[in-house]
């Protein structure tokens, strides 16, 4: 609700899903190296990067996670550990009003 108007019906799953289409990547990494960095930079579905020690951090589409998994271990470097951080309702509750 928003003004009094309903601006999604459904249950938590269905709201969630109709409104998220961005995703946050946290993934462990052993051996970054420039071609995995330079390479990430380059996709245009990758709206956001931070690199921190062996760790990524990646804004992207939902439907590009298997692409990026399949960049990183062919450039050598291998996943330890990847996490997939979604919009949480009261996210895609703020997102709706504004």
Known sequence: M????AIR???IEQI???SV????????????????TGG???FDFVKEINFSGNNLKIKT???HKREISKFITDSGSVILKMQENKK????VFVKLTK
């Open 21 to 36: 289409s961005e995703i946050e990547l946290e993934i462990e990494v052993d051996n970054i190296n420039a071609q995995l």
């Open 61 to 63: 589409d939902l439907k």
């Open 16 to 18: 969630l899903n109709s």
């Open 9 to 11: 019906t459904g249950n």
């Open 2 to 5: 928003n003004k009094g108007e």
């Open 88 to 91: 949480t309702l009261e996210d």
């Open 40 to 42: 990430l930079k380059n």
